[in-house]
C-alpha cells in the first residue's frame, strides 16, 4: 500500500459581488431589501457612529421600510471578547441581515456575528486549529453586505475573519468560504475623512497581500485535503488570483503616496479603494504567508505604541503596519523559491529590473518595499512600535501556530528562521 501523499489539483474561485462608484452606498437599502432582509444588524466601530458612511447607510436601510439596528461597538483591532459581544448582540437581535461598515475590524466582526448566530457554537469551534478546532460551517450564513471605509483589508471580498485572542497575546481566525459576504460596496466618498496613517497602512496591507498571495507555496504544492469541504479557503497561489495579485501591486505603486500627501486626491483613492478589492479576491483565493503569520503577534503583543492618526484608548500596531514592517526581511528570504516571481513583484512596483541577476531578487524586491514604507512615513522598522531583540523569542511563539498562512510560505520556516527574520526586521534603514 502506497504512503505517498495526494497532492492538491483543484482550486476554486469565489468572491463576492462587487458594487463601484461614488455614491454606491446609498443603493443599501434596495440591496438588502432584495435579498429578503427585515431586521439588519448594522456593525461599526466608536469611531465611526456619526461617520457619514454609517449615517448614510442607516438612512438608506430605513428608507427601503428596513428595521436597522446599529451596533457601533467593535474593536478597532478585534479581540475574542469583542467578537464575543457582537455575537451576543446578534444572537438576541433575531436579525435576517447583516451589514459591515469601517475597515477590517468592522467588517471581520460582522461576519463572526452572523456566523455565531446563524449556528451558535464555543467560539473555538470555528477557529482556524491548531488553536481551534477548525470545524467546517454547517451551511449558508444570514445576507451579509460589507461596506469598507479604509482602502486595505479587502475583507468585503473575503471569507475570513481575524481577532486578537487575548490570551496567547496573538492574532488568528476563522477562513471558510461561508463567510464571504454576498456584496462589497466600493464608495469611493468613504475614504474621504480617512487619516494619512490610516490611508498608508490600509493599503500597505492590501500591499503585502499581493507579494504574499504572487509569492505562496502554489495550489498544486499543498497536500490535498481530505474532502471537498475541507479544502482551505486560502488554497494557495494559482493563475486566477497572480492576475488580480499583479494588478493590485501596480496600482498600489502608481497612487499610494499621491493619497498619502493628498488625501484630497480622488482619483487616487478610488484606484486604492479598487486595488484593495482586487487584492481581496486574490488572497481571499490564494492566501497570504510569512509577513501576515508574523504579523499577529506584532500587533497581539503590543506594549505602549499608538499610532498617529488613530483613535484608540489603548496601544495598537495596525494590522497593516504590522504585516509590512516584516515584509522586506520575508521576501529576501523566499526570493530563492522564485527569483522571477520576486523580481517580477519589484517590476509591477516601477523598478527597472533589466540588469538584476536572479541572485538579486531577495534584495530588488525587498529595498523597493522599505522605499514604499520609508515614503508613507511609517516607523523604521518593528524597533520603532517598541520591539527590541529580547522580544524575539516570543514573537517567534506567537507565530509558530499560525498554520494556515505559515505554511503557504514558499520555502518552510523554522523557528530560527522566523528568529532571524525577526531580527531582521527590527530597522529597516
Same mark, same amino acid.
Given at each position: 500500500?502506497?504512503?505517498?501523499?495526494?497532492?492538491?489539483?483543484?482550486? %476554486?474561485?469565489?468572491?463576492?459581488s462587487i458594487k463601484y462608484g461614488v455614491g454606491a452606498t446609498r443603493e443599501i437599502g434596495e440591496d438588502m431589501?432584495?435579498?429578503?432582509?427585515?431586521?439588519?444588524?448594522?456593525?461599526?466601530?466608536?469611531?465611526?457612529?456619526?461617520?457619514?458612511?454609517?449615517?448614510?447607510?442607516?438612512?438608506?436601510?430605513?428608507?427601503?421600510?428596513? @428595521?436597522?439596528?446599529?451596533?457601533?461597538?467593535?474593536?478597532?483591532?478585534? %479581540? @475574542?471578547?469583542?467578537?464575543?459581544?457582537?455575537?451576543?448582540?446578534?444572537?438576541?437581535?433575531?436579525?435576517?441581515?447583516?451589514?459591515?461598515?469601517?475597515?477590517?475590524?468592522?467588517?471581520?466582526?460582522?461576519?463572526?456575528?452572523?456566523?455565531?448566530?446563524?449556528?451558535?457554537?464555543?467560539?473555538?469551534?470555528?477557529?482556524?486549529?491548531?488553536?481551534?478546532?477548525?470545524?467546517?460551517?454547517?451551511?449558508?450564513?444570514?445576507?451579509?453586505?460589507?461596506?469598507?471605509?479604509?482602502?486595505?483589508?479587502?475583507?468585503?471580498?473575503?471569507?475570513?475573519?481575524?481577532?486578537?485572542?487575548?490570551?496567547?497575546?496573538?492574532?488568528?481566525?476563522?477562513?471558510?468560504?461561508?463567510?464571504?459576504?454576498?456584496?462589497? $460596496? $466600493?464608495?469611493?466618498?468613504?475614504?474621504? %475623512?480617512?487619516?494619512?496613517?490610516?490611508?498608508?497602512?490600509?493599503?500597505?496591507? !492590501?500591499?503585502?497581500?499581493?507579494?504574499?498571495?504572487? %509569492?505562496?507555496?502554489?495550489?498544486? !504544492?499543498?497536500?490535498?485535503?481530505?474532502?471537498?469541504?475541507?479544502?482551505?479557503?486560502?488554497?494557495?497561489?494559482?493563475?486566477?488570483? /497572480?492576475?488580480?495579485?499583479?494588478?493590485?501591486?501596480?496600482?498600489?505603486?502608481?497612487?499610494?503616496?499621491?493619497?498619502?500627501?493628498?488625501?484630497?486626491?480622488?482619483?487616487?483613492?478610488?484606484?486604492?479603494?479598487?486595488?484593495?478589492?482586487?487584492?481581496?479576491?486574490?488572497?481571499?483565493?490564494?492566501?497570504?504567508?510569512?509577513?501576515?503569520?508574523?504579523?499577529?503577534?506584532?500587533?497581539?503583543?503590543?506594549?505602549?505604541?499608538?499610532?498617529?492618526?488613530?483613535?484608540?484608548? /489603548?496601544?495598537?500596531?495596525?494590522?497593516?503596519?504590522?504585516?509590512?514592517?516584516?515584509?522586506?526581511?520575508?521576501?529576501?528570504?523566499?526570493?530563492?523559491?522564485?527569483?522571477?516571481?520576486?523580481?517580477?513583484?519589484? !517590476?509591477?512596483?516601477?523598478?527597472?529590473?533589466?540588469?538584476?541577476?536572479?541572485?538579486?531578487?531577495?534584495?530588488?524586491?525587498?529595498?523597493?518595499?522599505?522605499?514604499?514604507?520609508?515614503?508613507?512615513?511609517?516607523?523604521?522598522?518593528?524597533?520603532?512600535?517598541?520591539?527590541?531583540?529580547?522580544?524575539?523569542?516570543?514573537?517567534?511563539?506567537?507565530?509558530?501556530? !499560525?498554520?494556515?498562512?505559515?505554511?503557504?510560505?514558499?520555502?518552510?520556516?523554522?523557528?530560527?528562521?522566523?528568529?532571524?527574520?525577526?531580527? @531582521?526586521?527590527?530597522?529597516l534603514w
Open positions: 500500500m502506497s504512503t505517498t501523499q495526494r497532492m492538491e489539483h483543484i482550486f %476554486t474561485m469565489d468572491t463576492s431589501k432584495n435579498l429578503g432582509a427585515r431586521r439588519v444588524m448594522v456593525v461599526t466601530d466608536p469611531n465611526l457612529t456619526n461617520n457619514p458612511a454609517v449615517v448614510t447607510v442607516m438612512e438608506s436601510l430605513k428608507a427601503a421600510g428596513l @428595521d436597522a439596528v446599529l451596533f457601533d461597538q467593535t474593536s478597532v483591532e478585534p %479581540t @475574542d471578547l469583542s467578537f464575543k459581544e457582537a455575537i451576543t448582540f446578534a444572537s438576541a437581535g433575531n436579525f435576517d441581515g447583516y451589514v459591515g461598515v469601517g475597515g477590517g475590524s468592522s467588517m471581520d466582526t460582522v461576519k463572526a456575528a452572523n456566523l455565531y448566530a446563524t449556528y451558535p457554537a464555543d467560539l473555538l469551534e470555528y477557529v482556524n486549529p491548531p488553536i481551534g478546532k477548525g470545524s467546517p460551517v454547517p451551511g449558508p450564513l444570514k445576507p451579509m453586505i460589507c461596506v469598507p471605509t479604509t482602502a486595505g483589508t479587502g475583507s468585503e471580498t473575503t471569507g475570513v475573519a481575524i481577532f486578537d485572542f487575548l490570551e496567547m497575546e496573538a492574532k488568528t481566525g476563522i477562513a471558510h468560504r461561508a463567510l464571504r459576504p454576498i456584496m462589497g $460596496i $466600493i464608495d469611493p466618498d468613504n475614504t474621504r %475623512t480617512m487619516p494619512p496613517m490610516v490611508a498608508a497602512c490600509t493599503a500597505l496591507d !492590501q500591499f503585502s497581500h499581493a507579494i504574499e498571495s504572487i %509569492t505562496a507555496l502554489p495550489y498544486n !504544492q499543498r497536500p490535498a485535503a481530505a474532502s471537498p469541504a475541507l479544502r482551505p479557503a486560502y488554497q494557495g497561489a494559482n493563475p486566477i488570483s /497572480h492576475i488580480w495579485a499583479c494588478k493590485t501591486l501596480e496600482m498600489i505603486a502608481s497612487n499610494l503616496v499621491r493619497v498619502t500627501n493628498n488625501p484630497d486626491d480622488e482619483e487616487a483613492r478610488g484606484q486604492i479603494m479598487l486595488a484593495a478589492t482586487y487584492a481581496g479576491i486574490g488572497f481571499g483565493n490564494s492566501g497570504v504567508h510569512l509577513p501576515h503569520g508574523m504579523s499577529y503577534p506584532v500587533a497581539g503583543m503590543v506594549k505602549d505604541y499608538k499610532p498617529e492618526g488613530y483613535i484608540t484608548d /489603548h496601544p495598537t500596531v495596525p494590522h497593516g503596519m504590522a504585516v509590512v514592517l516584516n515584509a522586506p526581511a520575508v521576501f529576501r528570504f523566499t526570493a530563492p523559491t522564485n527569483p522571477h516571481l520576486h523580481l517580477h513583484c519589484a !517590476q509591477l512596483m516601477g523598478n527597472d529590473i533589466s540588469d538584476a541577476a536572479p541572485e538579486d531578487a531577495g534584495e530588488v524586491l525587498s529595498s523597493a518595499i522599505v522605499k514604499m514604507i520609508r515614503d508613507c512615513g511609517l516607523p523604521n522598522g518593528l524597533s520603532g512600535v517598541g520591539y527590541g531583540p529580547e522580544d524575539v523569542d516570543k514573537l517567534v511563539a506567537g507565530t509558530l501556530p !499560525q498554520h494556515r498562512v505559515t505554511k503557504l510560505s514558499p520555502r518552510p520556516a523554522s523557528a530560527e528562521d522566523l528568529k532571524q527574520l525577526f531580527l @531582521d526586521s527590527m530597522t
